[in-house]
């Protein structure tokens, strides 16, 4: 048996509230875990530039929905362009090692090889550490002389916007964005598959990629909280939020809800044989259906290409380890899982 080891915070959440709908946080906070409340909540206006996740104001400029929306379309294509380079489904990968810094790296260098290394570096994890050195490295890199890529080079979409900026400041602002597009996509994708093998390798092998992945993200949801600024519409839709209270929506627990799933703690990808993950009451992984993540056409191919990869080539989590942690970070995901090919009997 794995143990799943939850930050202390994490896990008084499934001591406290598991199985209740609405719950106070702390003095001006409300948690909200019962699908009904938190549909109509999320139904009742969009998120503000300030409570999107990614595409919050960058140096104090807004972002506006159009240009979001055109990033996204951007670094959607270098992921589709990167995807048909693995086909047919390349055999000398070896993905073994730490997860998810090993996935992280491979889809790094799969999307984004061929960009400059001023680029490149703003893909690390380190610079997850703080902010300020997210826009310490971004600072420096912008401020270099010359142009982001050599004239005619080949690059990413996503790094074109950047080679095609002027001056100090526009350069800066476009690696920022640089960052907000692409270092998600490759932080969730290794996130969910590290979340999906330590909750459930060796897997059946009439078990499809898909429903793994559905299942991973019902139990360790990347997304686990969804923050909404106190407003009147939310009062008016239950009594027990007051006008001043912020609401905290907490997927974490909605997908592992009694009332909502049968055996909520077990890892069962078979469930997902009858269940839509688009209607299936409560299940976020993506946000809600009046306003869905933008990325998600990105996360499940890439994440699929990932397992397929190391399913083919007998990668399991390391046998002697027995536990991994959960650390209390926005990206929620098992830290320190290790890949090694295990040999089985013959039956």
């Keep these: 048996m794995r143990a799943t080891v939850f930050h202390p915070r994490l896990a008084a959440l499934f001591r406290d509230h598991l199985g209740q709908d609405v719950f106070r946080l702390e003095p001006d906070t409300i948690g909200v875990a019962g699908h009904e409340v938190a549909d109509r909540i999320l139904a009742a206006r969009r998120a503000t530039e300030t409570e999107r996740p990614t595409f919050k104001p960058l140096h104090g400029r807004s972002i506006s929905r159009s240009e979001a929306s055109s990033v996204m379309r951007t670094i959607g294509g270098d992921v589709r362009e990167a995807l048909k380079r693995t086909r047919p489904r390349p055999e000398d ?96 994708v290794s996130t969910l598959v590290t979340n999906a093998l330590w909750l459930g390798s060796p897997f059946d092998p009439e078990t499809p990629n898909r429903h793994i992945l559905y299942e991973a993200m019902r139990l360790l949801p990347p997304s686990w909280n969804i923050l909404r600024h106190a407003c009147p519409e939310f009062a008016a839709i239950d009594g027990r939020i007051e006008a001043g209270d912020d609401v905290l929506l907490l997927p974490l627990l909605a997908h592992r809800d009694p009332k909502l799933w049968e055996d909520p703690d077990e890892f069962r990808p078979e469930r997902w044989e009858n269940l839509d993950p688009d209607t299936a009451p409560g299940y976020l992984p993506f946000g809600h259906a009046s306003e869905r993540c933008w990325g998600r056409h990105m996360v499940m191919p890439l994440a699929e290409l990932l397992l397929d990869l190391i399913r083919g080539s007998g990668l399991e989590v390391a046998p002697g380890q027995s536990s991994a942690k959960v650390p209390l970070v926005g990206l929620l995901g098992v830290e320190d899982v290790r890949l090694t090919k295990v040999r089985r009997a013959a039956a």
């Design 93 to 188: 990968v070896d993905l073994s090692g730490n997860w998810p810094l090993r996935g992280h790296l491979f889809l790094r260098d799969l999307i984004l090889g061929r960009d400059p290394y001023r680029l490149r570096i703003l893909m690390s994890r380190n610079l997850e550490l703080t902010p300020k050195l997210t826009w310490t490295v971004i600072a420096a890199g912008a401020a270099l002389p010359g142009r982001v890529g050599r004239r005619n080079a080949p690059l990413t979409a996503i790094a074109g916007l950047t080679a095609d900026a002027t001056g100090y400041h526009e350069r800066r602002y476009a690696m920022g964005m640089y960052r907000r597009a692409a270092a998600p996509v490759c932080f969730t």
